[in-house]
């Protein structure tokens, strides 16, 4: 039993694909085994159904910071083009403080202009304008590229969940067929007796 679940194809993250029960007798080869069997194969489907959370929680992550990376990005992409320009001296600009709370600065532009980056856990990190566009593209190709991973295992878990509620089934099925073929065996033992 143990072999069975150990040996099956993964995907390339490791997570392993569900095996498929044809015949429920090439898994329980003692009626006995029923309840050991039928409780690893929903201890499969849970842990299938955990990961489907996370990975869920991750792509909702992944979609909300998605936008504020591009949008960082732009701005100092912006930034970067008005002093490599040269027009203007100086800009003001509105900027939000809180989700209520706008304010005016004044930013002087020169070759010496940085920026500050949230990098998240409450850390904040000064950049030139430059370095701070070079970690934007590769934070925003990394995230884009988690946002794709995480989708496709998301499929991949979706496609094995369902292998294995109809595993499930199909054994809790066997069970109560075989239990009433014994309850019918008995029955018909009782009435030959009397």
């Known amino acids: 039993m143990d072999?069975?679940?150990?040996?099956?194809?993964?995907?390339?993250?490791?997570?392993?694909?569900?095996?498929?029960?044809?015949?429920?007798?090439?898994?329980?080869?003692?009626?006995?085994d029923f309840e050991l069997v039928f409780g690893k194969f929903q201890e499969r489907l849970s842990k299938y159904k955990f990961m489907q959370e996370s990975k869920l929680s991750n792509i909702e992550q992944l979609k909300l910071r998605i936008p504020d990376i591009e949008n960082t990005l732009k701005i100092c992409e912006n930034l970067h083009n008005k002093v490599r320009d040269g027009e203007d001296d100086e800009i003001e600009t509105n900027y939000q403080l809180n989700d209520t709370?706008?304010?005016?600065?004044?930013?002087?532009?020169?070759?010496?202009?940085?920026?500050?980056?949230w990098l998240g856990a409450d850390v904040m990190l000064e950049?030139?304008?430059?370095?701070?566009?070079?970690?934007?593209?590769?934070?925003?190709?990394?995230?884009?590229?988690?946002?794709d991973v995480s989708t496709e295992d998301?499929?991949?878990?979706?496609?094995n969940i369902?292998?294995?509620?109809?595993?499930?089934?199909?054994?809790?099925?066997?069970?109560?067929?075989?239990?009433?073929?014994?309850k019918k065996a008995?029955?018909?033992?009782?009435?030959l007796k009397i």
């Open 3 to 32: 072999t069975l679940f150990n040996s099956t194809k993964k995907n390339p993250r490791g997570i392993p694909e569900a095996p498929f029960v044809e015949k429920v007798e090439d898994f329980i080869k003692d009626p006995n």
């Open 101 to 117: 709370l706008f304010t005016k600065a004044a930013i002087k532009l020169d070759d010496e202009l940085k920026v500050g980056l």
């Open 127 to 147: 950049y030139p304008v430059d370095e701070a566009i070079v970690l934007l593209h590769d934070k925003l190709e990394a995230a884009k590229g988690n946002l």
């Open 154 to 159: 998301v499929e991949f878990l979706r496609e």
């Open 162 to 182: 369902t292998t294995m509620e109809v595993n499930c089934a199909r054994l809790y099925n066997w069970d109560v067929e075989r239990r009433q073929a014994l």
């Open 186 to 191: 008995e029955e018909g033992t009782k009435n």
